[in-house]
C-alpha cells in the first residue's frame, strides 16, 4: 500500500469512533499477560490506544497505563470510556512522553499504520532498557467452517487475509534499528496467538465490520452492498442466524525487547 493510500485508511476511523468504541472486540487477556510478564515494570504505554479497547484490558489487569492516540475523536471516546487513565494526543512518530518512561510499549492493531522508520527509534526513547515493545492483532479464526465462509463474501476489505507472523513483520520491520552504538536496539522477535472470542449477533458483526479500514473508506454504494452481502451470509448460516453467538478468534502477538 503507498503511503497515501495507507494515510487515507489509517485517518478513516475517527468518523467511526462511536461505533468503533461499542463494536471492536477487546484483546485476550493471556496474550496481554505474556507481553508483560517479561518487563520490568509495570509502566505500560498505549501506543495507538484509538478508543481504548486494549488500554481497558491493561488497567484491569494492573498496569499503570497511558494512552496515546493521534485521532481526537477516538481519543474522546477512550477519555469518555476510561476517564481514570491518563490519555494523551500524539502519535508513533511523535510521542509525548520522556526518555525511558515507560517499561512496555503495546499496539493494539495499529503498528502496520506506523512509519516505523521514524516511529522505531521514537519506541526505543520512550522505552526502559530492558523494556518490551510489543504488536498485537485480533485475527479471526478462519479454521472454523464458517468463519472461512465469511472471509470469503467479505474478502480483505470487511474480514483481511488471516495475518501470518510473517506478515506480522513485514509491518513491524523498523523493530530493527541499525546495530550502531550510537543507536537502541531490540532483540529478535518472539511470537504467539491466544485463544479468544467475542459475543456478537448477526447484526452487531455487521456493525463491527464496518468498522475495518478497507470498508470505511469505501465508496457508499460499494459499502452498502458489500455489507448486505455479509447479512445475507450470516442469515443464512446456522451458527449466526439466530440470537447470539461467540465469534472465534486468536489474539496474535509479536514482541521483542530493547537491549
Request: hydrophobic share 45%; net charge negative.
Amino acid at each position: 500500500m503507498e503511503q497515501s493510500e495507507r494515510w487515507r485508511h489509517a485517518s478513516s476511523f475517527g468518523a467511526a469512533a462511536v461505533s468503533y468504541a461499542e463494536h471492536r472486540p477487546d484483546y485476550a487477556q493471556a496474550a496481554v499477560r505474556w507481553v508483560l510478564e517479561g518487563a520490568p515494570g509495570v509502566r505500560v504505554l498505549d501506543l495507538g490506544a484509538g478508543t481504548g479497547k486494549l488500554t481497558a484490558v491493561l488497567a484491569v489487569l494492573g498496569a499503570e497505563v497511558a494512552a496515546v492516540e493521534p485521532d481526537l475523536a477516538m481519543l474522546g471516546e477512550l477519555r469518555r470510556s476510561l476517564p481514570g487513565v491518563r490519555a494523551l494526543p500524539g502519535s508513533a512518530e511523535a510521542i509525548p512522553l520522556s526518555d525511558a518512561s515507560v517499561d512496555v510499549v503495546l499496539v493494539g492493531n495499529a503498528m502496520h499504520w506506523f512509519d516505523m522508520a521514524v516511529a522505531g527509534p521514537e519506541i526505543a526513547r520512550v522505552l526502559a532498557p530492558g523494556g518490551v515493545l510489543a504488536g498485537l492483532w485480533n485475527l479471526m479464526d478462519d479454521e472454523v467452517e464458517w468463519v472461512a465462509g465469511l472471509a470469503r463474501v467479505g474478502g480483505g476489505a470487511a474480514v483481511g487475509p488471516r495475518d501470518t507472523p510473517a506478515a506480522w513483520r513485514a509491518a513491524t520491520a523498523g523493530m530493527h534499528l541499525p546495530k550502531t552504538e550510537a543507536a537502541p536496539r531490540f532483540g529478535s522477535p518472539e511470537q504467539a496467538e491466544f485463544p479468544h472470542g467475542q459475543r456478537r449477533t448477526a447484526d452487531s458483526l455487521v456493525q463491527t465490520l464496518a468498522t475495518r479500514a478497507g470498508v470505511l473508506v469505501m465508496p457508499e454504494e460499494e459499502r452498502e452492498a458489500l455489507l448486505g452481502r455479509i447479512r445475507a451470509f450470516l442469515a443464512g448460516t446456522p451458527e449466526t442466524a439466530r440470537g447470539e453467538f461467540t465469534l472465534p478468534m486468536r489474539t496474535g502477538v509479536l514482541r521483542v525487547r530493547r537491549l
